[in-house]
């Protein structure tokens, strides 16, 4: 059951649009371009959810008949969460510009439209592999100032460290629909009352749990892990001299594995893998997956790795740069780290 926000009486019914007014009340000198840029994805979400929890009901399942720049079979989810967010964003004068792992290059805001202030880099829909199935996928997003004056924004406004992200979070489309976001002040998790059509605030103040429960990963991938990986995995499955034996739980939706771990405790991972020698850093991206899931996680009293140091540390070269990620119970992640300079060199 969630605690009353201190200053508000427990009967107080937060919506996700007051608590993000009540965010930009600690930026005095703010223009409340983020705010209103929150509204919008808040917005995006209602209408992607409204699709997901309709599923076949809709032509909205299967394949969109082409791949993506990623080499991937686009679902018409996929396609359908982009146009969303886009449309829902292309216009309002809050953005210099996007990236979104649909599309291969920066999207620019078109002309008529005046540019803002901010950079939004998403994944309309993570866990496409899931749609067809009914099982939880999500959409992911992290925002960052422009560094350019001024104009269309650029590659050196959106290749930016995790260390620059001014707010992160992700949708999770499961059995209810939760937004969880963090702007660097700790992270609230909304709920969708579709009765109403509201986000409301569920889980205030999230903080990931000391006792961690389950490790994350796809174990079908072990043949083609480093020793350090695969010696990590032992020692959390109670091996290597660890007392503390923990379950595993994988769902293939980076969202929904990262949102058990987060309310849950332990370790998700996606360790670099000779599987495709085209991925040897692992499967998932840097800029809209392990950098706002790593903020948001980090914000939650947890760690981010890529196996080496911080996700946050890195700044990427290219929109759609894959890194090694680790992310959860800090202790489990450093203990990532630990294995992979002892055993990886
Ligand atoms: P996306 O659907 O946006 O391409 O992301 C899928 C990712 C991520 O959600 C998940 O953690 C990972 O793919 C699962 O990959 P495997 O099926 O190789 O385990
Ligand atoms: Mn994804
Ligand atoms: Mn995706």
């Given at each position: 059951m969630s605690q009353p926000i201190p200053s508000l009486p427990a009967s107080a019914v937060m919506t996700i649009e007051?608590?993000?007014?009540?965010?930009?009340?600690?930026?005095?000198?703010?223009?409340?371009s983020l705010t209103n840029l929150l509204y919008d994805l808040a917005l995006a979400a209602k209408l992607i959810a409204s699709r997901t929890q309709r599923g076949a009901l809709t032509d909205i399942l299967g394949s969109a008949g082409h791949d993506n720049v990623q080499g991937e079979e686009v679902q018409k989810l996929d396609?359908?969460?982009?146009?969303?967010?886009?449309?829902?964003?292309?216009?309002?004068?809050?953005?210099?510009?996007?990236?979104?792992?649909?599309e291969k290059e920066i999207i620019p805001i078109p002309d008529p439209y005046p540019t803002g202030d901010y950079v939004l880099v998403?994944?309309?829909?993570?866990?496409?592999?899931?749609?067809?199935?009914?099982?939880?996928?999500?959409?992911?997003?992290?925002?960052?100032?422009?560094?350019?004056p001024s104009g269309p924004g650029t590659?050196?406004?959106?290749?930016?460290s995790g260390r620059e992200i001014v707010a992160?979070?992700?949708?999770?489309?499961?059995?209810?629909?939760?937004?969880?976001?963090?702007?660097?002040?700790?992270?609230?998790?909304?709920?969708?009352?579709p009765s109403i059509g509201e986000f409301l605030l569920t889980h205030p103040n999230i903080r990931i749990p000391d006792k961690p429960k389950y490790y994350s990963v796809n174990q079908g991938n072990e043949k083609y892990w480093t020793e350090g990986v695969r010696r990590y995995t032992r020692w959390l499955q109670g091996e290597e001299g660890n007392?503390?034996?923990?379950?595993?739980?994988?769902?293939?939706?980076?969202?929904?594995?990262?949102?058990?771990?987060?309310?849950?405790?332990?370790?998700?991972?996606?360790?670099?893998?000779?599987?495709?020698?085209?991925?040897?850093?692992?499967?998932?991206?840097?800029?809209?997956?392990?950098?706002?899931?790593?903020y948001l996680i980090e914000q939650a009293g947890g760690y981010g790795s890529t196996g080496r140091g911080p996700v946050l540390d890195v700044t990427p070269t290219s929109l759609h740069q894959r890194t090694p990620v680790f992310v959860g119970s800090r202790d489990l992640v450093e203990q990532a780290e630990a294995f992979i300079a002892r055993h990886d060199g």
């Amino acid at each position: 059951m969630s605690q009353p926000i201190p200053s508000l009486p427990a009967s107080a019914v937060m919506t996700i649009e007051r608590h993000i007014l009540m965010e930009q009340s600690r930026f005095p000198d703010s223009s409340g371009s983020l705010t209103n840029l929150l509204y919008d994805l808040a917005l995006a979400a209602k209408l992607i959810a409204s699709r997901t929890q309709r599923g076949a009901l809709t032509d909205i399942l299967g394949s969109a008949g082409h791949d993506n720049v990623q080499g991937e079979e686009v679902q018409k989810l996929d396609v359908y969460a982009q146009r969303i967010i886009y449309q829902l964003t292309d216009h309002t004068g809050r953005l210099c510009c996007m990236a979104s792992e649909e599309e291969k290059e920066i999207i620019p805001i078109p002309d008529p439209y005046p540019t803002g202030d901010y950079v939004l880099v998403f994944d309309p829909l993570d866990g496409s592999s899931n749609i067809d199935y009914n099982v939880a996928v999500g959409t992911i997003f992290a925002i960052f100032r422009r560094r350019t004056p001024s104009g269309p924004g650029t590659t050196a406004d959106v290749l930016r460290s995790g260390r620059e992200i001014v707010a992160g979070g992700y949708l999770v489309y499961g059995s209810s629909t939760m937004l969880v976001y963090t702007t660097g002040h700790g992270v609230n998790g909304f709920t969708l009352e579709p009765s109403i059509g509201e986000f409301l605030l569920t889980h205030p103040n999230i903080r990931i749990p000391d006792k961690p429960k389950y490790y994350s990963v796809n174990q079908g991938n072990e043949k083609y892990w480093t020793e350090g990986v695969r010696r990590y995995t032992r020692w959390l499955q109670g091996e290597e001299g660890n007392t503390r034996a923990l379950g595993l739980r994988y769902i293939g939706s980076m969202v929904a594995d990262v949102h058990r771990t987060l309310l849950g405790g332990g370790v998700f991972y996606y360790p670099a893998d000779a599987k495709d020698p085209q991925k040897p850093q692992g499967k998932l991206r840097l800029l809209y997956e392990a950098v706002p899931m790593a903020y948001l996680i980090e914000q939650a009293g947890g760690y981010g790795s890529t196996g080496r140091g911080p996700v946050l540390d890195v700044t990427p070269t290219s929109l759609h740069q894959r890194t090694p990620v680790f992310v959860g119970s800090r202790d489990l992640v450093e203990q990532a780290e630990a294995f992979i300079a002892r055993h990886d060199g």
